[in-house]
């Protein structure tokens, strides 16, 4: 299916999508096998898609075709590999394009990138934008785009930076995708400001599930999100409670995504880390609500 099918408006329920990431150091392809055991396990929740996501220089290129491969062929889920141009030539990129055309991809996440230290960058294409336009010019694939609800970590204000997403979706971006937040207000507000400013696609929220203190702290700094004040504290009291914090991280999400469904989203999106039993515990408990 592709992404218009997915999040069309026909679709009552919610479409449920995961992210996972080749795994990294695999030498004897134990953690590719691990992933797919995980995958398996969130199969019962009927996942409408799974996206793969790609190094920024292109550096686990080969990874990803092979898991977007399986995820198709053994799992019969639409796969979504992501892809990054800020390293990449126009001709490779076009290489890369046939090569999904070809495996009978018919979806793609389209991005920039983070801006590489010590490397060199191509400047083929500037901005993800670009990028879109051009895949929208070179291939048949439904596209999607990232979007930031608190605000991507380089853009003076949030304003400029829904000026930019707009151009994404000009250019032909069909869904967003957003960046894991904790409060649910910051997608609301953001979600408010995109139909102001024209942008009427499904914009469908990542969430991320917190199991570990540690992960957390990284992935907030890095990523340029707000750990709500009350989250933190709780957190901080029992960083070294691994359970407690599992439990809580699962009870967090479960409410974001309650409130979500409730509010309309067309999908959830979930961080999965490569994991299982955080988001199936979610989702465990969103149906058996939902049908109680
Ligand atoms: P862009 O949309 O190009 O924006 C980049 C910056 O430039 C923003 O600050 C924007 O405001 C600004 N900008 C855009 N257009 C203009 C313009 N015309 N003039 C001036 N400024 C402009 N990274 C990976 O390496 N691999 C992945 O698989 C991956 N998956 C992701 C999935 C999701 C859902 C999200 C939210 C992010 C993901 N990222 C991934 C991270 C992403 O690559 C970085 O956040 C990157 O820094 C920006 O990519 P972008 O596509 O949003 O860039």
Redesign the pocket.
């Known amino acids: 299916m592709n992404l218009r099918e997915i999040y069309s408006t026909e679709n009552k329920e919610p479409a449920i999508s995961y992210e996972v990431f080749p795994p990294k150091d695999d030498v004897d392809g134990t953690k590719l096998e691990n992933l797919f055991v995980e995958l398996k396990k969130l199969l019962i929740f009927n996942p409408s898609l799974i996206s793969v996501?790609?190094?920024?220089g292109g550096s686990n290129r080969n990874e990803s075709v092979e898991i977007i491969k399986r995820i198709k062929n053994d799992l019969k889920v639409t796969p979504m590999p992501?892809f990054?141009c800020v390293s990449t030539s126009r001709a490779n990129i076009k290489i890369y394009l046939n090569t999904l055309s070809a495996l009978g991809v018919k979806n793609i996440?389209a991005?920039?990138?983070?801006m590489p230290e010590n490397k060199e960058i191509c400047h083929d294409f500037k901005?993800?934008?670009e990028l879109i336009e051009y895949i929208k010019q070179e291939s048949n694939l439904s596209t999607a785009?990232?979007?930031?609800p608190e605000g991507?970590k380089?853009?003076e204000s949030i304003d400029?930076?829904i000026e930019?997403l707009k151009?994404?979706v000009d250019k032909g971006a069909e869904v967003i995708?957003?960046?894991l937040f904790f409060d649910n207000e910051h997608y609301f507000t953001f979600v408010e400001k995109c139909n102001k400013q024209g942008i009427h696609i499904p914009i469908i929220p990542?969430i991320l599930p917190v199991t570990n203190y540690t992960t957390l702290s990284k992935m907030a700094s890095l990523c340029k999100v707000e750990i709500p004040h009350k989250m933190l504290e709780t957190l901080e009291k029992h960083k070294n409670d691994k359970e407690y914090i599992k439990k809580y991280g699962i009870e967090y999400a479960g409410i974001q995504c309650k409130k979500l469904i409730e509010n309309g989203v067309k999908g959830l999106h979930f961080y999965t880390l490569n994991k299982s039993y955080a988001v199936s515990e979610i989702l465990k408990n969103i149906l058996y609500t939902r049908t109680n």
């Open positions: 996501t790609y190094g920024a992501h990054t996440l991005l920039r990138g983070d901005y993800a934008s785009a990232a979007g930031y991507h380089e853009c400029k930076d930019y151009q994404k995708y957003t960046q990542g």
